[in-house]
C-alpha cells in the first residue's frame, strides 16, 4: 500500500510512465494544472513534503532518480509560475526556462542533487525552479511586461 502510493504521487499520477520525456510531461502537467486553477505556491509547499517522502520511497526500490519519479518536475515548475502572470506568454516563458535550467542543471544547481534519496530528487528541482523564476520576474520586468 505504502509504495502504490508513492509510486502516485512519484510519477504524478501516471505522468511518468510516458515514454518520452517524463519530465517534461510532468512539467506540462504542472503547467496545465495552474492554468486551471492550481495556486502555484500553495501547489509546490503543499507537495514538497510528500514528494520527498515519495522520492525516497520510489528510490530506494528502483536506484537513485528513477526517470518515472516526476513529481519533481511538477514541484519546480510550480515554483518557476510563481513569478508568471497568467497569461500565454509569460506562462510558456516560465515552462521553458524551468525545462532549461532542470536539463542543463547549472551550478549550484547539480550540488543539490547529491543530497541523499528523495532530498536530492526533489531539492534540485526546487533550486531550478527559484532560479528560473528569477530570471522570469527579471525579464519581465525588463521587458515591461509587468507594467512597471
Known amino acids: ?3 502504490s502510493i508513492a509510486r502516485i504521487i ?3 499520477f501516471g505522468c511518468g510512465y510516458f515514454p518520452k520525456g517524463p519530465g517534461t510531461v510532468g512539467s ?3 503547467v ?3 492554468w ?3 495556486p502555484a505556491l500553495w501547489g509546490a509547499l503543499l507537495l514538497l513534503i510528500p514528494a520527498i517522502w515519495a522520492s525516497s520511497v520510489v528510490a530506494k526500490e528502483l536506484g537513485h532518480d528513477p526517470q518515472i ?3 519533481d518536475e511538477v514541484v519546480g515548475q510550480w515554483i518557476t509560475l510563481t513569478a508568471a502572470p497568467l497569461e500565454p506568454i509569460p506562462v510558456v516563458a516560465a515552462f521553458l526556462l524551468f525545462r532549461l535550467f532542470d536539463i542543463t542543471k547549472p551550478w549550484p544547481i547539480r550540488q543539490f542533487e547529491r543530497l541523499e534519496s528523495g532530498w536530492g530528487i ?4 526546487v533550486v531550478a525552479g527559484l532560479m528560473a523564476a ?3 520576474a527579471f525579464s519581465l520586468r525588463v521587458t515591461g511586461w509587468l507594467g512597471f
Do not use: E, R
Not at 526533489?122 to 528541482?125: E, F, G, L
Open 36 to 38: 486551471y486553477g492550481v
Open 69 to 71: 519519479v516526476v513529481v
Open 134 to 136: 528569477m530570471v522570469l
Open 1 to 3: 500500500m505504502k509504495s
Open 10 to 12: 512519484a510519477t504524478w
Open 32 to 34: 496545465i494544472m495552474v
Open 28 to 30: 506540462l502537467c504542472a
Open 122 to 125: 526533489m531539492m534540485d528541482d
